[in-house]
């Protein structure tokens, strides 16, 4: 059979997608690159807050389009929206043809199978014992790839789902690891990126310790440049992964590290560990130990119980810590969770006008930052050339693939690929992006 895959929402999710990728060419059908003519469309979708559903609703609608005109055979839908949704998601979109949970990617084969027979399947194994090793068809360009270390999550935010749908948290093995990423360096992966819904967390479920420095240690050996972390809680830092951070050169000085807030009591709302002051002294420790760090984190505005006072802290806050990085979101009440029935909801349109208030203040803080490499020189990695904008495009270490901005500059036609780190001397800013010119490689 031809398969299409379409992955939708996060990096870890395109991991599940890959491999079941691989284990469709091992049973052997083929991949195509569009639904178009496809036999069968799998959609590995994302069901984590409203806007993820309804761009995955909207692409099953699509494909159906398709299927009606008789341009695509089947429609399978797997993932978090399978796993949120399964007694409603074949009865409000008859047009799937099957489903599959997190806890049953690698029943994708089975899954083929009984469409081709004319059946529609149901797989929703067990989310806390999944199989996470295995080939994988790694889709983004070969020069940078995901590293999923461990599955699903035991820190129960009060807003968050992901526990329901991926399970209690699990590690993969150091050795499974090693092994996998020593693949992907022979396969051209330069840039690593290490991620889980926590990696500060890893190894604590196997050994009861934080096994994330030996992990970096052991990755730090295999021929990569850039070794890129997502994500890390603030709450799990120890000394010994600080200084593997600063002591390792291939470890990029970035790192992502969702707070979501900054006043105590939304925090111990939210069952969020720590407090402002212990998340302040963080920073300051680690700017200190890491020169030329940037972080990265994670902001929700209009969360239950969030008055003008406690944004007025939290706009605050981001004044003071100076983030190169943040992604900002509205609050997002999701079924199932504590903050859904939590006192003191926010409206939605509130939460909006809050998050773009953040958003502006944010933007000037990163225009900051990006005036202060202005006559300085950075390695960038370069993503190709860009038509439109008649130049090449790469990102810095500061940049991380989808979430950040670009680094634009021109070269000698042909003097540069895809995938190569050049230097680039920053001559510019624009909408959040830098200008450069490439140096002489010689």
């Known amino acids: 059979m031809k398969i299409a895959f379409i992955s939708l929402g996060c990096a870890k999710n395109l991991v599940n997608s890959e491999q079941m990728m691989a284990l469709c ?33 909207d692409q099953i609608l699509a494909l159906a389009a398709l299927k009606s005109e008789g341009r695509l055979g089947k429609i399978l839908v797997a993932g978090c929206l399978s796993q949120r949704y399964q007694d409603e998601m074949l009865e409000e979109l008859p047009e799937i043809d099957g489903l599959l949970g997190t806890g049953s990617y690698t029943d994708i084969l089975e899954s083929l199978r009984a469409m081709e027979a004319g ?27 995901y590293l999923k270390i461990a599955e699903g999550c035991d820190n129960r935010c009060a807003y968050c789902v992901i526990p329901s749908l991926r399970g209690r948290y699990r590690s993969r ?37 934080r096994m994330l420095p030996q992990l970096l240690t052991e990755l730090c050996k295999l021929p990569f440049r850039w070794i890129r972390l997502h994500y890390l809680y603030p709450d799990e830092f120890t000394d010994e992964l600080i200084e593997v951070i600063a002591r390792e050169p291939k470890i990029l000085k970035y790192l992502d590290i969702p707070i979501q ?27 200190a130990k890491i020169p030329g760090l940037v972080i990265r984190t994670s902001l929700i505005t209009g969360l239950p119980g969030e008055g003008e006072g406690e944004f007025d802290e939290l706009c605050e806050f981001l004044r003071w810590a100076k983030l190169e990085r943040a992604g900002i979101f509205p609050f ?26 953040l958003v502006e203040l944010q933007s000037r803080i990163m225009d900051e930052y990006n005036e202060s490499r202005l006559g300085g020189v950075l ?18 270490y500061a940049d991380s693939p989808d979430v950040d901005g670009h680094v634009y500059f021109t070269a000698v036609e042909g003097a540069v690929a895809a995938g190569d780190f050049v230097q680039v001397h920053i001559t510019g800013v624009t909408d959040g992006d830098l200008l450069g010119e490439m140096e002489d490689q010689a």
């Open 119 to 145: 059946d529609v399947p149901t797989y929703f194994g067990d989310i806390h014992h999944t199989i996470e090793d295995g080939a994988r068809v790694v889709t983004k360009p070969l020069y940078s790839a």
């Open 379 to 396: 390695e960038v990695l370069c993503e190709g050339f860009d038509p439109e904008a008649g130049c090449y495009v790469g990102r810095s």
């Open 261 to 287: 807030h900054a006043n105590d009591k939304l925090l111990r709302a939210m069952n969020r560990r720590g407090t402002k002051a212990e998340i302040m002294a963080l920073f300051e420790k680690l700017r």
């Open 25 to 57: 060419l091992q049973g052997g059908h083929t991949l195509t690159d569009s639904p178009d003519g496809a036999d069968v469309a799998v959609v590995n979708t994302c069901g984590f807050i409203d806007s993820a559903k309804s761009e995955a609703i």
């Open 332 to 357: 997002s009440p999701q079924e199932g969770t504590p903050a859904f029935t939590m006192p003191g909801q926010v409206g939605e349109e509130e939460a909006a006008r809050r998050a773009e208030l």
């Open 173 to 209: 093995t150091v050795a499974s690891l090693v092994a996998e990423a020593e693949l992907l360096a022979k396969q051209g992966t330069k840039e690593l990126i290490v991620v889980a819904q926590d990696i500060t967390r890893y190894g604590l479920d196997l050994t009861g310790e």
